[in-house]
Structure formats: C-alpha cells, structure tokens
C-alpha cells in the first residue's frame, strides 16, 4: 500500500483572516449578482434582464454564494453554523468556491455565445463572474489538506501536435468551397481534430492542476453531535428529504438545456463541497439510526412528487425514470452481485411488454383477450423469467467476453424475431415494425390511471397514475434486491462474481446460482415492461435495441448500473437518472448533443471509475494506494480485503 502523506498549508500565500475575508466577500458578490440583471435583452432563455428578481441561473448563483459563505463561517466556528461543517475541513468551501466559479464562467460563456458576445453583459453578469473568481483566490489561501507531493504528469509529447494542427485544418476546411462534395468530410475531420486538440489540452491542465493544488484529504474523526431528542432526529430526515425533493424537482422541470447544464455543474461540486464538510456523513449516521424513519420518509418524498407539478409534461418524464432505473436495478443483479456481462437485457423488459400488450385487449392483439392487471403484470414477469431460463441455461457455462456475446446476440434476435412475426415472413403474432398499438390502459379496482383524478385538493393526470403505480414497482424490485442481496444467495453472487473457481472450490453450485440471478434479472426486467407497455401505448420492435441516442436500450443500461455504481441500490437509481435526463435535456446541442453526452460521461468516469454511489469494496478496489499509513500502534486501516 502507498504512504500518503499529507499537511494542512495554503496555496496562495495569504494571511487567515485576509483569505477568509477575500472568500466571504467573493461568496456575498456570488449571491448577490441573482438580484442584478445578467443581460438587457429577453432573448436568453430565463430573462435574465430584471433585478430584485431571480430566474433560472441565478437562483443556481444565489445557492453556490449562500452554501460557500455557510461552509466558510462553519469552517470559521461561527456559532450556530458548526452543525454544517463538524470535520472543518477548508476543502469544502474550496469546492464550493469552485462551484460558484464554475457556474459563473458557464453562464457567461453562454450569455456570449447566444447573444453574440460579452457586449451584452449587464453589471450582473460581471458581478458573478467578478465574485466566482473572488471566492477561488480566498480559498486558495485558507489552510488547505493537501498533500506533500505529487509529481507532475506530461501526456505522450506528440499529443501536442493535435494544437497546432487544429487552427490549420480548420481554417483548411473552411476555405473549401460549400458546394464541393469534400465540403462536409473536411469540416467534420476539421472539428474532430479541434475537439481533441482541446481534449489534450484540458487534460494536462488538469495535470498542472492536480500537481499544484496538491489537493488530499485528512481523516479526521468527526466531533460527536449535540445529543438531540428523538422527535428533533426525526424531523432533520424528513426535513433532508423535503430539501432532496425539491432539488430534484427543479433538475426535472427545468425547461431548457442551459439551466439544467448549470444545475448539473452546481450538483457536481457541491455534493463533494458537503462530502468534506463531513455533513454527508453525519446524516448518514442519523439515516442508520433511525432506518424505518428513513425509508419511509424517502418513499413519501418520492410519492410527493407529482403534487408539486402542474401538469403531466415532467410527471412523464419522471415516470420513464422509474422505468429504466427499476429495469437497471434487475440488471444489477446480473452485473453487480453476480458479475455477468449481459449485453442484452433490454430484450427481457420487451419480452416483458409484449407478454402484457398480447393479454391486455390490444385490439391488434392476435389473442384477442384481456387479462386484469395483476394476471398481465404477472404473465409478463413470468414469460420473461422464462425466457432467461432458456437463454441462460445453455449459456451461463461460459464466462467472460464469451458470454457478453452471446448475450449481445440474444438481444439481436428477440428484436428480429419480433420484426418477422408479421403474417408475412412469420405467424402473425406481432404485427412486425407496427407493434402493437392501442394498448388500453390499466385499471385497478375500478381506478383507471388513464382518466385524471383528484387527490387532495390535486388533479392528478394520467402520467402522475402510473407514476405511483411504478413507485410501487420500484419500491417492490428495491426490497427483492436488497433482501436478496444481504442474504446467504446474494453473498454466494459476491463470490462468484469475485473468483467463480474459488467459490465453485468452497461447495458453491455456480451454474445453478448464475442460472437464479439470470432468471430473477429477467422476471424483474418484465415486471417493468408490462407497465411500460401500458405507458407507451405501443410496443414496437425499435424499442428494445443494443444502443440508440435515448434509453432505455442495453447499452444505456449497462451505463447506468457501472457509472451509479455496481452492486448497490441507490447507484443505479442515481445512475438510471441521470442517463435518461442529460440526453434529454441536452436537447438544444442538436448535432453535438451526443458528442458533449459521451465527453459527460468520460468526465464522470474519470473522476468516479467506481460509480457515483459505490459499495465500499469497489471503491477500496480503485482508491486503495490513497489510504493513509497508519501510525505504529493502532489499527491496520481497511483494505478491499476486508471490506
């Protein structure tokens, strides 16, 4: 194991106080350019142009300026704040600061590529950029952990011939006349070569940074917390969980890509502000404490949100959330706990909708029979379980690269067969490239999610029904997978996912046990598709593919369970979420929208290998040489091992 060495010193060589004063004053700035006008014209999605009147960005500046100023007072032991910062630790209002930085110069850099220029900057939009920079200069020079060295790294020398050549074969490409065929091809390599040009350059700015800052981190052991009464402990959860729901809420209803850019580079820093702050961990210790409070406290969070909405337009969207990350949770089965590269799952949540649509009373039903709910929920869970049985029982001998294609293979071929069952090439069965449409809607005890209700003084519309209706499902695959996972099955996945011929050494069956995960990742997949099914109104073979630009499809899923982090709950939900919303949302890059897609996610890959949300075995496995030495006399420090 590597000995980290670590020391508390500054980077910019400022006196204490002056250093604090410079980040305070840079976070008041911050916070308050919301109340000044960015721009004079109407024309930048939000208005930007009022003061006393925040929209869209600057409610993100009036966070980052509000969170660095209370993390910078926590930190300074300001009574009444000590409860926002117990490890006092600087790292957090440096990342903060960085936050408020980095929000600052998006949003004039978006202001000036929309509008045409800086020209049409109003004293706000200066302000926060004037502040973001205030802020990053005093933390730089409070008491940082950072550690004593770090060798700076240079990437491969020629690399750096992408820089010069950039300018070249763009002006190159441009000089081309438009009509000449060569046109499109040489402005496409021209942009390429600019993209990676700039690539390298970030990357060994990174370097220089990382080697500079020398960032580290000090365990120190957190302070014990004021002793509060019961009914106080409870009220911080469910006041944490109110504050996580609106959160979500306004990343779900933001209504055009530039404010959900920002409110993904808000989250991206402050999260880790909150992380070193030791906050995160604190109210960890009280969700452990008081477990049944918090389950159903964030259940009833997640049931409240579509009483926050005025109508279906973000409900669906929500509603499709549940469904690619409930149909994540069962491919975590498979990747996470049993260590199975399955590169077609997404054929076991069509298998599913297509069971249901057949049973449902789909007009263009060949069956021509109509199940109640719970019977078509049923039929499509138990076909799909059927289905991995027989795919898996032959092919869950092999391992590795081997299995991962004849699982991409199978995929193929459910979408095919589907296309060919047709009346023409096949039995007609599902109607072939039409699918089958005109699925009628649920109806449960007389409730039929497809007509709006009212609950509460709230009409809920036909999104918010099947929006519950998926809550549960989500809730009931999250109690299967964490029971399952915890039990004397689940640790048998563990080991074969770690050394098969270990664990087959030990006594354990590791055909029979990846044949159960492969048929429980498949009943779970169907359940989820006999309300997608109900949903969408129409199943269709384009649905289930190996990768399109939007989930749900294999590929995207297989993303979602590796970036959230393998073999946990809270990961792939997180992951699940976030895959289907940047897509989304990123809507307004038009042709670069799958370009700046795949640079977030190599971003996010880079900075977290282990997943957003990590059990703490798999991160050990990429963060083990980071642990610090233990002095002579205490105990050994936690390794993979003994995770």
Not at 364 to 369: L, Q
Request: charge should be neutral; charged fraction near 10%; glycine fraction near 10%.
């Amino acid at each position: 194991m590597t000995t980290t060495h670590t020391e508390t010193t500054p980077v910019v060589p400022l006196p204490a106080r002056a250093a604090a004063a410079v980040t305070g004053l840079g976070a008041l700035v911050t916070a308050a350019s919301a109340a000044m006008a960015w721009t004079w014209t109407a024309d930048f999605p939000g208005d930007l142009t009022y003061y006393g009147s925040p929209a869209g960005l600057q409610w993100l500046a009036l966070a980052s300026g509000l969170l660095t100023l209370v993390l910078l007072l926590a930190g300074q032991g300001v009574p009444g704040l000590r409860w926002a910062a117990p490890a006092r630790s600087h790292n957090a209002v440096l990342y903060a600061a960085t936050g408020a930085l980095t929000l600052a110069v998006y949003s004039v850099a978006a202001i000036s590529a929309d509008l045409g220029g800086l020209a049409n900057l109003e004293p706000g939009g200066w302000a926060l950029l004037a502040g973001g920079l205030l802020a990053v200069l005093g933390a730089l020079g409070l008491p940082l952990d950072r550690r004593t060295a770090v060798p700076l790294r240079i990437l491969d020398k020629r690399l750096f011939l992408l820089v010069p050549a950039a300018p070249l074969a763009w002006f190159g490409a441009h000089a081309i006349p438009e009509d000449k065929p060569v046109a499109p091809v040489m402005t496409a390599l021209a942009g390429g070569i600019v993209i990676a040009a700039g690539a390298v350059l970030l990357l060994q700015l990174g370097h220089l940074a990382n080697s500079g800052l020398r960032l580290g981190r000090i365990d120190r052991p957190l302070p014990a917390p004021r002793a509060l009464p019961s009914w106080a402990e409870v009220l911080v959860i469910v006041l944490v969980f109110g504050l996580g729901l609106f959160a979500i809420t306004f990343g779900i209803d933001t209504e055009y890509g530039q404010l959900f850019t920002g409110y993904l580079l808000f989250v991206a820093l402050a999260v880790p502000a909150l992380t070193r702050a030791g906050l995160i961990a604190r109210l960890r210790a009280l969700t452990v404490k008081h477990r049944p409070v918090t389950t159903g406290a964030a259940f009833a969070a997640a049931a409240s949100f579509p009483f926050t909405q005025t109508s279906d337009q973000y409900t669906s969207v929500a509603t499709n959330i549940l469904i690619f990350a409930t149909v994540a949770l069962g491919l975590n089965i498979v990747v996470g706990l049993a260590g199975l590269l399955d590169l077609g799952y997404v054929a076991f949540l069509g298998v599913g909708a297509y069971a249901a649509a057949l049973v449902s009373g789909s007009p263009a039903s060949p069956i021509h029979v109509q199940f109640p709910f719970w019977a078509a929920m049923l039929t499509g869970a138990v076909v799909s379980m059927i289905f991995g049985v027989l795919i898996g029982a032959p092919t869950l001998r092999l391992r590795g690269d081997y299995l991962a294609i004849v699982t991409l293979g199978f995929g193929e071929i459910f979408r095919i067969t589907m296309l060919n069952l047709n009346g023409t090439t096949g039995p007609k069965v599902t109607n072939g490239s039409n699918g089958i449409p005109r699925i009628p809607d649920l109806e449960i005890l007389g409730f039929d999610l497809g007509n709006p209700h009212t609950v509460f003084g709230v009409e809920l519309g036909r999104f918010s029904n099947y929006y519950l209706l998926m809550l549960l499902v989500t809730a009931l695959v999250v109690l299967v997978f964490a029971r399952v996972g915890n039990s004397r099955i689940g640790r048998a996945w563990v080991a074969i996912r770690e050394d098969e011929t270990a664990a087959e050494a030990m006594g354990i069956n590791g055909f029979r046990l990846k044949l159960l995960a492969f048929a429980l990742g498949a009943l779970l997949a169907g359940l989820a598709g006999t309300v997608q099914a109900h949903v969408s109104y129409t199943v269709t073979p384009d649905q289930y593919t190996f990768a399109e630009a939007l989930p749900p499809n294999s590929a995207f899923l297989l993303a979602a369970v590796i970036l959230g982090g393998m073999g946990t709950i809270s990961g792939p939900l997180a992951g699940a979420t976030l895959l289907f919303l940047i897509p989304k949302k990123l809507e307004f890059l038009a042709d670069y929208q799958l370009l700046a897609f795949g640079a977030a996610l190599i971003l996010l890959m880079r900075v977290r290998p282990e997943g957003l949300i990590p059990n703490r075995r798999r991160q050990l496995e990429f963060h083990e040489a980071d642990i610090p030495a233990q002095p002579a006399g205490e105990p050994t420090a936690l390794t993979k091992a003994g995770a």
